[in-house]
């Protein structure tokens, strides 16, 4: 299950990227030597149709399409021959297919269905703040408070006014941590640095119970756009929250294709268990952005790093030498290629924590 998850989502994904730089290539006439599914060597070629070879590669990682002089200006019909404009358009294509699939897979969740919270007991830990006493109390992300002080607890807003009820004083919380039940002592502090609160925790309700509600599709098209933007969004803000202390460094650590196969395969397991699609159309669509930010970051190697070129080529006025940046993106590659093992062993010996879709229901 493990591995034809993975595959499939993989698949789907670097499909679609490469086929957005595949048909803006084309209709901007250049000539498009190679689609390629994985990474070199290659293990079989699939076909030829017209100038292009079809190749399936060794490296399940990614994808590519080899268009003709990338880098080179002179020769006939190639990517660097044209407009510094219609080579952003060609390069950023791919990010922009990632994009609209993450809209479409969206989309289905709500016309299809998604889980609705109609029935709130719990709160829930989203974070802990540094030197603060929820940290130093234990407190982790992910538990559930039940009760404070033998008091049961409603919302956010009802925990929150039982504490600076009790500033100072030693409280106790009842906390659902998994399966485990904990009971937390903790002083509210009096004074506290600004945007913490008096034990430097940031809860957000939890539902008890959740309904799968659908939309007609036009409120879909909606909600999926908005579902969309706000991953990109989060991915964008990720590094302001980390240093400002409200999301934990370890909750942000990147993932290669294992961590990727876990959670498909749990996606897809949960799929098989219950017959509704929205744990892997959530999981792909959310990849799907995220692959589309990471492919626009100004790497060497990556599209951004190539759009990177052109805009400094802009501002320059004329291009860097052919050579010069054929050899930067190959570094590039080569470092990412590196990287992508270094994650691939995190990924081993630190599994993705899995995600507890019954809480979906």
């Not at 404070?148 to 039982?162: A, K, N, S």
């Amino acid at each position: 299950m493990t591995v034809v998850a993975f595959i499939v989502v993989l698949s789907v994904l670097v499909f679609i990227h490469e086929l957005g730089h595949f048909l803006a290539a084309k209709r901007a006439g250049i000539q498009v030597e190679e689609f390629g599914i994985g990474y070199p060597p290659r293990l079989l070629t699939l076909g030829r149709w017209g100038e292009t070879e079809y190749t399936l590669n060794v490296i399940p990682f990614g994808g590519f399409v080899r268009m003709a002089g990338e880098e080179d200006p002179d020769i006939p019909r190639s990517l660097a021959s044209k407009s510094k404009r219609t080579r952003l358009v060609v390069l950023g294509a791919g990010a922009v297919m990632n994009l609209l699939l993450a809209f479409c897979l969206f989309s289905a969740t709500f016309l299809l269905g998604v889980p609705v919270p109609v029935e709130f007991h719990r709160v829930m830990v989203v974070n802990t703040a540094p030197d603060s006493p929820a940290e130093a109390a234990g407190l982790q992300m992910g538990d559930l408070i039940l009760a404070v002080d033998e008091h049961p607890i409603q919302g956010p807003q009802e925990l929150t006014d039982y504490i600076h009820q009790h500033l100072g004083e030693e409280i106790r919380l009842k906390v659902q941590r998994g399966k485990e039940s904990l009971s937390i002592p903790m002083a509210p502090r009096q004074e506290w640095p600004e945007g913490q609160g008096p034990i430097g925790v940031v809860i957000q309700p939890y539902a008890s119970k959740m309904d799968i509600r659908t939309y007609p599709w036009w409120q879909a098209l909606w909600l999926g756009l908005r579902e969309t933007l706000s991953i990109i969004v989060l991915t964008l803000s990720i590094p302001v929250l980390v240093l400002r202390g409200l999301m934990p460094a370890g909750a942000v650590r990147p993932v290669g294709p294992v961590g990727v196969a876990q959670m498909a395969s749990d996606a897809a397991q949960q799929v098989v268990a219950i017959g509704w699609w929205f744990p892997l159309l959530q999981l792909t669509a959310a990849v799907s952005a995220g692959l589309c930010m990471a492919n626009l970051l100004p790497i060497p190697g990556l599209d951004g790093g190539r759009i990177f070129f052109v805009i400094v080529e802009a501002i320059r006025g004329r291009r860097i030498s052919p050579e010069r940046e054929g050899m930067v993106h190959l570094i590039g590659m080569a470092l990412l290629i590196v990287l992508m093992l270094i994650i691939t062993y995190q990924d081993l010996i630190s599994p993705v924590p899995s995600i507890n879709w019954s809480d979906f229901f």
